[in-house]
């Protein structure tokens, strides 16, 4: 058993076994390190103004990823590289050419919100040469600017993409090979870390079978991936949860493979990491996908979490469920699967039995002739929380009348739930607009949704009926959807 | 006479009217500049965290604070009965608004004690473990509800009249009512309300504040602590965002800290959590607009009657010049011959509602804009043609005088409408989109071309001053400070500029140093868009005086006529020679001149008579047009902004770039308003959108995909301002205006736009849909 994490930090390494289970990063480099470049805006990964860089090694890469450090436990980054806005410019204190942008551009105003924005223009910097608008706009859409209107930080964006400097100039590409080796050897043992502190304790499991036999022992333990979720559970709510596992570190949970089952998405895969492979799989997954929290919170939080915290608004599950996926939940006992669905038992009840985890879910195989489409609707396009959220799949038989068909709402109920008086209604019949007018009013049947703040139960039964008047006519090709940028801007 | 060799140039560096860059943005982009989180704390700092109401109108029968002061790391539990003054921080003096909470709690989320910790943490998890006891009275949270229950008024209403507007609307050809309810807005300055209260000897306290009115906080401070004024001072380098969320409800948090560091004698530091700063602090005004028009088949106006009712939160705090400013700009661009408007200041059991960038101003343009709407859509025709049929006239049209009886003397509406008109296309386009909506089933665009014309000055006669303080020091080198605080609006570097262009030195000999009460006293708060045209004037005043000490010492020096002293870059020439600035400065010390000068200003003209509902409340006036085009999904009610052109005046600019910021930024804000930012309380009082994941403030995706902003280079402030600038702080937030009416439009097609769609504000996707169904109907 080992009691530290070791972890590097801008250019310094770093092994720390003095931590409580949920000292934030935030709190870690402001209060410990007093390093004050990154702020708090929000404590809960909405507004980036505490975004750094993360670099971990993911299949022999060393790859950066922004994260909202407010939320990002500090017990999660065992073998990671911690980039903070200080570790940016030259040590001669020249500015990082993403930095001089900013300047030239005029990208800051009050400048409370312009680290965090430097860090996801970094971010962006490395990982796309030549971001298209449509892009940068997607990477931004963690940070939240008051000031600027935000025009001159997109320019910045495209300045600097469009001069870019020497590698040599760039702290992370200067280091990259000694940090990825300091990374290596510290990733080298499997060892389960145990750090305790005033009675608290953060458990880094080395294995999956490790991780069972910790939650075997532990059956009350909080089990933290990206911690989007659990995050604002110590932020806002001060909840003392104790032990804290951490499993984002556990690359097994983190494969994505395809065989004739289907698609398999191991429970760690985080949101940025399924979207090349789900949008490929299903298009219209990975324009949901584009839409969950801002970049920072797709770096960080999984899929498998998305799914294990119940939710009622997540936003994969109705997706995911009217594609027909399965659930895997593993623990010392062995696994077993069940549909999605099954999974939500009631509000804050899901079908996880003590000591249980959830291991992967798996897609079944596309099927060329169906139609699939998910709508998501809030009150801002981006980086919201969905007032509703529609997914549905159809398949037609020869005759042009419904064959199968799912139909999964999220924000509609106190889970994630299918819509079933509607598919009945549907089922058998053509697929036509009289059909599809006529089987309306069955939504009634399917959900008593509640009125809150994000819209009134009569917005979201409208919409949810409108969403499907919206499946119709797209699967009719006659769809007619708003979209910020034409398909060759993006 | 020392001749020593210097670099000729041309120019300095940031003269006036120059595009540099924020003074503080290198600092910015390397995390280097500093905001009260960030100073290096005194040894032995603590932190505090406040314990809220838990109801939204109740008396409090019993607090329990044992749990609280056993938790680990408490060191004190403030309540009321810890303040040696007076328990009150009402901004106005009208003492309803008490620091803490003692018998009775007003809205969910009222302060009613505060624990002092060691660590910030510890001080949060304590605030949570109190035990109060409660008899809860009757509340109510919105305008609806307040009228309904026979709400008192916070502060006295206001009424403008003129002409004869019961008569006229009587003769009116067509009338018609109406009614619109405008949202209220959170500020969301990215960094939270926080103070740093060290205390001194003596009753000497100093304190660091994120506030827009350092002097306000000091009174505040000075009463809390029962002190005199001289006891404390108050320090401001910069504030993250401000937006008039750090106007009044700055001291809040500084008070509390300043009271709990004198009675600790240790430092003490309060920053709220964001949810917390949102729950307890005041928003933006809503408002409920009840309005009677009278106008003839032109569209031309006869008459306007109107009420403008308020929640103005459990205490009256701006909410009486909120609401009179509201009624200042009912009229939006538009002459209303006869017109009667009155404000209804309501009291609800909510936070107490504060300044917010337009200051009522914005609703009240939005209620004229929706009566421009109304009778363009009741008489037929593009709403753009009603607006100009109605403008203000040039002097002596007879058709300038304000409904506040004040002239439009500087009137350039028509000319900038026009200009925008041409370049954004706007005839065309709003074809085209009529065109492209008969073959549309569901998609929908609009357009709309709003105009924005704001008064310039705080309509508190007496806040109209300044002052600011310069030293030159026997190097060349200049300090400067000045009462106006820096919230990102680059009011420093004007200012900066302004004492640069004066001295005609490069600006990076000027240090700009942060706002004390110490240096520049009895400021008022940088607020009303005024930062520049009073701090500027006044740093210009004290520059002034002493190179005019600088220009005395020459003449006698070297015994030539003052007209023979001319300061040239970097450089000043006596006679036919010239000498640095760093060497006459050196030289006028070795002769005693005096190199540091006091600098004051105070507006003139200006005069309001609040009773009488007359007199010249503005120096003058500045204006702006936007554009917008936006398509809905009349599936959803979602929408996107495609295009927005802005034509926005700023006089002759002291900083184009710095002013262009401007203009985008507060034009994305207004639109965030009247879109998706949505406050929303439940049935028990609770602010349910009290985080950024529940209130949505706008994107770098929602701004307009096409982004066209330009100032009216040929404008010039007629007044006698600092360059001949125009305020630019409030008045370009109204040209989010253009959103609101171009979604209106939108929907109206759903009607054939024979309808007023009467979309209320913020239009969040869910009242874009709501609209269209009610159309649908039709």
């Not at chain 1, 659990?230 to 709510?237: F, I, N």
């Not at chain 2, 140093?513 to 045209?533: E, H, I, L």
């Not at chain 2, 959108?689 to 929602?702: E, F, M, N, R, V």
């Not at chain 2, 305020?727 to 609101?740: D, K, N, Q, T, Y």
Request: glycine residues 8%; contains cysteine; aromatic residues 8%.
């Amino acid at each position: 058993m080992t009691s530290a994490i070791r972890f590097v930090l801008n250019g310094e390494e770093v092994s720390l076994g003095d931590f409580a289970p949920t000292e934030t990063l935030l709190d870690y480099l402001r209060l410990r390190r007093r390093l004050t470049g990154s702020k708090e805006g929000c404590a809960e990964g909405d507004c980036g103004a505490c975004t750094v860089l993360v670099g971990r090694l993911i299949g022999g890469a060393l790859r950066y990823e922004s994260v909202n450090a407010c939320i990002r436990f500090v017990g999660s980054l065992h073998g990671t590289h911690v980039v903070t806005v200080e570790h940016l410019a030259a040590r001669d204190g020249r500015l990082h050419p993403v930095q001089q942008a900013m300047v030239d551009c005029h990208g800051s105003q009050c400048g409370f919100c312009t680290p965090g924005f430097v860090m996801s223009l970094y971010g962006l910097w490395m990982a796309n040469e030549n971001p298209s608008r449509a892009e940068i706009e997607i990477a931004l859409q963690g940070n939240l600017c008051r000031c600027t209107g935000y025009e001159p930080i997109v320019k910045a964006a495209e300045q600097v993409a469009a001069a870019r400097p020497s590698a040599l100039f760039d702290p992370i590409e200067r280091d990259r090979a000694e940090i990825m080796a300091k990374l290596w050897t510290i990733r080298t043992s499997s060892d389960t870390i145990r750090v305790e502190k005033d009675n608290r304790q953060a458990i880094i499991p080395g294995t999956l079978q490790a991780l069972a036999e910790v939650l075997s022992d532990n059956p009350g333990a909080t089990i933290v991936a990206g911690a989007t979720d659990v995050g604002l559970w110590v932020t806002k709510q001060m909840r003392p949860i104790n032990p804290v596992v951490f499993i984002n570190h556990l690359t097994d949970l983190q494969t994505i493979t395809e065989d004739e089952t289907g698609l398999v998405i191991g429970a760690g895969v985080t949101y940025a990491q399924a979207f090349e492979v789900l949008e490929a799989y299903h298009p219209a997954l990975g324009r949901l996908i584009d839409r969950i929290g801002g970049q920072q919170v797709r770096n960080m939080g999984t899929i498998g979490g998305n799914i294990a915290n119940g939710s009622p608004i997540g936003d994969t599950p109705p997706a995911l469920i009217a594609l027909g996926a399965t659930v895997t939940l593993r623990s010392t006992a062995g696994s077993r699967t069940l549909p999605l669905e099954d999974f939500f038992i009631d509000y804050g009840r899901q079908d996880r039995q003590p000591g249980e985890f959830v291991e992967k879910l798996t897609l079944p195989p596309p099927d060329d002739e169906a139609f699939y489409a998910v709508y998501k609707i809030s009150k801002r396009r981006d980086e919201d929380i969905s007032a509703l959220c529609g997914a549905f799949y159809l398949t037609l038989d020869g005759e042009g009348c419904v064959d199968t068909c799912r139909i999964a709402f999220g924000g509609m109920a106190g889970i994630p739930k299918r819509a079933k008086a509607v598919e009945e209604a549907l089922t058998g019949r053509p697929w036509s607009w009289n059909t599809v007018a006529s089987v309306r009013d069955a939504f009634d049947e399917d959900y008593q949704p509640l009125t809150d703040w994000r819209a009134t139960a009569e917005y979201r039964a409208i919409t949810a009926r409108n969403l499907l008047t919206r499946f119709f006519l797209e699967t009719a090709g006659q769809s007619q959807e708003l979209a910020r940028f034409e398909p060759e801007e993006a | 006479m020392d001749n020593t060799t210097f670099e000729a140039k041309g120019t300095i560096t940031g003269p006036m009217h120059a595009s540099l860059k924020h003074d503080s943005a290198h600092k910015h982009v390397t995390g280097s500049a500093e905001y009260i989180d960030d100073m290096p704390e005194p040894a032995g700092t603590l932190h505090a965290a406040l314990g809220l109401s838990e109801r939204a109108h109740a008396d409090i029968l019993a607090i329990d604070l044992s749990a609280v002061k056993a938790a680990p790391g408490v060191v004190a539990v403030i309540t009321a009965d810890d303040i040696p003054g007076v328990n009150d921080v009402s901004s106005n003096g009208s003492h309803d608004e008490p620091l803490l909470a003692t018998t009775k709690v007003e809205f969910h989320g009222q302060p009613i004690f505060v624990v002092i910790g060691e660590t910030r943490d510890q001080a949060r998890r304590a605030a949570r473990l109190a035990r109060i006891d409660y008899r809860d009275l009757p509340h109510w949270t919105d305008i609806d509800g307040a009228l309904e229950n026979g709400a008192p008024l916070v502060v006295s209403p206001m009424t403008l009249k003129r002409g004869e507007p019961e008569t006229e609307m009587g003769n009116a050809p067509r009338r018609l009512t109406g009614q619109m309810y405008i949202g209220g807005q959170e500020h969301f300055y990215l960094e939270s309300q926080i103070a740093l209260a060290i205390p001194g000897e003596d009753e000497d306290v100093t304190v660091w504040s994120s506030t827009q009115h350092p002097t306000e906080v000091q009174h505040m401070v000075a009463h809390v602590l029962a002190c005199a004024s001289h006891a404390v001072t108050v320090n401001t380098r910069r504030m993250g965002g401000g937006f008039g969320g750090k106007e009044t409800q700055g001291a809040h948090f500084a008070c509390l800290a300043a009271v709990a560091a004198k009675k600790l004698n240790r430092a003490v530091k309060f920053r709220p959590d964001r949810d917390e700063d949102m729950m307890v602090t005041g928003k933006r005004h809503d408002f409920r607009v009840d309005y009677e028009l009278g106008f003839d088949d032109e569209g031309r106006i006869h008459a306007v009657d109107a009420t403008f009712a308020a929640r103005c939160g459990f205490s009256s705090d701006l909410s009486g010049p909120v609401t009179d400013r509201a009624l200042f700009h009912a009229d939006s661009s538009y002459f209303y011959p006869h017109v009667h408007l009155t404000s209804k200041p309501l009291k609800t059991h909510t936070c107490s509602n504060t300044a917010f960038r337009g200051f009522g101003g914005p609703q009240g343009m939005v209620g004229g804009e929706r009566f421009i709407e109304e009778i363009a859509y009741a008489v037929g025709k593009d709403p753009l043609d009603i607006r100009k049929l109605n403008f203000y006239g040039e002097p002596g049209s007879g058709r300038t005088l304000t409904p506040y009886h004040q002239e439009v003397e500087d009137n350039i509406l028509l000319r900038l409408v026009e200009e925008l008109e041409t370049s954004s296309d706007y005839r065309a386009r709003r074809q085209a989109i009529m065109e492209f909506n008969a073959n549309s089933p569901v998609i929908r665009k609009g357009i709309a071309l709003t105009p924005v014309k704001f008064g310039i000055s705080f309509t508190m006669t007496a806040f109209n001053q300044a002052g600011a303080l310069v030293h030159v020091y026997s190097d060349g080198s200049i300090h400067l400070n000045h009462g106006g605080t820096e919230m990102g609006q680059g009011l420093y570097t004007k200012v900066a500029q302004v004492v640069a262009d004066t001295f005609q030195v490069d600006i990076e000999r000027v240090k700009i140093t942060a706002t004390s009460t110490g240096k520049v006293p009895n400021t008022s708060a940088t607020a009303a868009s005024s930062g520049s045209d009073l701090n500027g004037m006044a740093a210009y005043d004290a520059a002034r005086q002493i190179k005019e000490r600088l220009i005395e010492f020459a003449c006698r020096k070297w015994q030539v006529a003052a007209s023979d002293v001319e300061f040239l870059p970097n450089r000043v020439r006596v006679g036919t020679d010239t000498l640095t600035f760093d060497a006459l400065v050196k030289a006028a010390y070795f002769d005693r001149v005096q190199l540091s000068a006091a600098g004051f200003y105070k507006t003139p003209k200006i005069h309001w008579d609040r009773a009488a509902g007359r007199g010249r409340p503005f120096y003058y006036f500045a204006y702006g047009a936007a554009c917008s085009e936006v398509s809905i999904d009349t599936l959803t009610g979602e929408y996107l902004v495609d295009r927005t052109d802005i034509l926005h005046d700023v006089g002759r600019s002291l900083n184009p770039v710095i002013d262009i910021g401007q203009v985008e930024g507060a034009f994305v804000q207004g639109m965030g308003w009247l879109t998706t930012e949505e406050l929303w309380w439940d049935g028990k009082g609770r602010l349910r959108t009290h985080a950024p994941s529940t209130y949505k403030i706008p994107l770098a995706s929602d701004r307009p995909k096409i982004f066209n902003v330009k100032l009216a280079e040929w404008s010039e402030n007629r007044e006698q301002t600092i360059g001949r600038s125009k305020a630019v702080g409030e008045p370009p937030f109204m040209l989010g205006i253009s959103v609101l009416e171009a979604l209106s439009m939108a929907v109206a097609s759903i009607a054939d736009y024979t309808v007023c769609p009467r979309l209320d504000a913020p239009a969040t996707p869910e009242r874009v849909l709501m609209a269209v169904e009610r159309l649908k109907a039709m």
